[in-house]
């Protein structure tokens, strides 16, 4: 079975790699102003309906209107005209293009249109392009690709954040297991996982769009729960290996019980993030099924490949002994954590309140969580997209970075196009409109018209409502004609507010989900209710953080951004599919332990504390291999993956330290037998489902 995996795992890399990656965002959003726009685009102007892509060149000296510079200009369009994949480029230099000169007469762009459309583009395509836009630029011209084809390759990369995060997670498993090879086992499954998960996906990403984060986050969580998966497998083996079994029926048993909870906690996570499909958004929904993928490939490696490596390892999983001066035996009693477990015990009430308010207080600042859109602006100064951000607001202001698409349908009516033009020139917000262009049947137009703020700002949404709820509406009072307002800017607008109304009914789902399981796998009403109320605790305090962090810029020179930054619209739906199923997997494995203790000796309270000492090791060292892989991607340039990165290292932190330690078994002391209690008729009507198997719950059952 693990010379299977591993030869899977080789030819899928080798497959993925020579078909190569295509990721795009879909902004497809059926009902809003923005897809309304897109579809007349597309039906009207089809030479157009990929968008423009504005290639931007400086002058190093003098203006860009200079002889010398103007030819390398004209010579660079020239050669890109003859690129393959480029439909066509303008001449900022040819009459009627005088609005692509800068003000300051030292930059000037090209408006460039692909034959391929956003998500068919690839990497080899795009740098064949923007390398031939270069081509003749010498010491003269600074020269950068904007639109999706300079995003296609401004993708940073994720190594330096993946090695950093394996090296962080081999530490801490080198201090759970005191061993260097039992450290490997977990570490070989997840990246085995993960390596099959992303070559999938980039192939998946040949046939339909997959969001340019998602082999991102697909890498942060099936690296994450891969390890955790792993661990509790290789801890159940260690603990069956003490107990005098041979390394087969060891890996054996760990399967069938500890894999059984990998099981049920990862077909949680899988179900919370397909769950994110329920909003309907496209780009919400890629991120979702994708992420799910990576965390089923990596249960699938933990229950399957881990037991086959673990069996052939055999007893030496034990050497290569690391000197600690803690105990790592399996079935050493965790001193610490019962000392811990029984402080709680004693005073539950003060727990739940200080423990509660705490959570509170870092929540508070969520109120004023708003929802934005990626910001290109904060990328990282050597990627291509950064480099033509800042050139462009340079020559232009730094609303040409996100121009409004205007899309009038006239329906027969004499409504004059260049009355709304001048209508929308005179708005509040706009810097400038270009001219009206008609379709070939005169019953479409379409125009341009740039904000007077960046594409990210607060403004640049008043700008757009303004538009939307005012300017056309009363220019077009009385006439049969219809105007949207389109383009990228007005489509990430939409995108928020569509997650907007939606995130509460998504919410709404999960939480009953986990109930109802929690239910089925605990036979309590209790025990699930507070679990859903804690889980939501602990991620409003990551939304007040990331709040506090992006949104209000505390600290954001930390972590390599110059100032607050919006928090991009689908963050929040992510992170809460996200760390509701993960934060499921602590709950899980806390609540079983406990459950275990009380079948045994029937006393609540000493069970608290026996379930809490028994799993407090195992639950903290999952957390902060977690936590370290999550953080290791603040060193990411992506601004929307530093998001992640910080909101999930801190949810997982804090769920597994004041929620999982203290206020989960404080307050399931303070309710006592209640916890257990299970109406008669509902307890036969349910099916029994047993996380760990059975035989190994009686084994626990059976007095020692």
Known sequence: ???????????????????????????????????????????????QANGSNPIVYKARRGKITDGDNRNLVEQSIRKLGQTAGVSSVNDPFGPGNEAQIGSGGTIAYASLILDDPRGKLSDEEANRVIDAAGSTAGDRLDVAAGGYLGQQVSKPSTRLSEVVGLAAAAVVLVLTF??????????????????????LIGLLSQVTTISTTSPTLATMIGLGVGIDYALFIVTRHRQALQAGHDPPEAAARAAATAGG??????STVVVALLSLGLAGIPLVWTLGYTAAFAVAVAMLAAITFLPALLALVGRRIEHLKVPLPHGTAPDERARGWERWAEGVARRPLPTVVATSLILLLFAMPARNLHLGQEDFGALPKSTETKRAYDLISEGFGVGQNGPLLIAMELNGDT???????????????????????????????????????????RTTEHTVARLRDRTIPETLDGSKSTAWVGGSTAGYIDLADEIAKRLPYVIGLVVLFSFVVLVFAFRSLVVPLQAALMNLLSIAAAYGLVTLVFQEGWGAGLIGLDGPIPIVSFLPLVMFAILFGLSMDYEVFLLTQIREAHHRSGDNRESVIKGLASSGRVITSAALIMVAVFLSFVLNGDPVVKQFGVGLAFAVAIDATMVRCLLVPATLVLLGRRNWEFPGWLDRTLPRVDIEGDEYFEKLARPD
Do not use: C, H
């Open 415 to 457: 409504a004059s196009p260049q009355q709304l033009a001048r209508a929308i020139s005179n708005a509040d917000g706009i810097a400038e409109v270009g001219p009206p262009q008609p379709d070939k049947s005169g019953n479409a137009a379409i125009f341009n018209a740039i904000p007077t703020t960046a594409p990210s700002s």
């Open 178 to 199: 005191g061993s260097v090879v039992a450290m490997g086992m977990p570490l070989a499954s997840a990246v085995t996982g993960l390596v099959i998960s992303l070559s």
């Open 261 to 266: 909870a990998v099981v049920f906690a990862g």
């Open 1 to 47: 079975m693990a010379f299977a995996w591993l030869a899977l795992a080789v030819a899928i890399v080798v497959f993925g790699t020579t078909a190569g990656t295509q990721y795009a965002d879909n902004l497809t959003l059926p009902g809003t102003g923005s897809q309304s726009a897109t579809d007349l685009l597309a039906r009207d102007f089809p030479n």
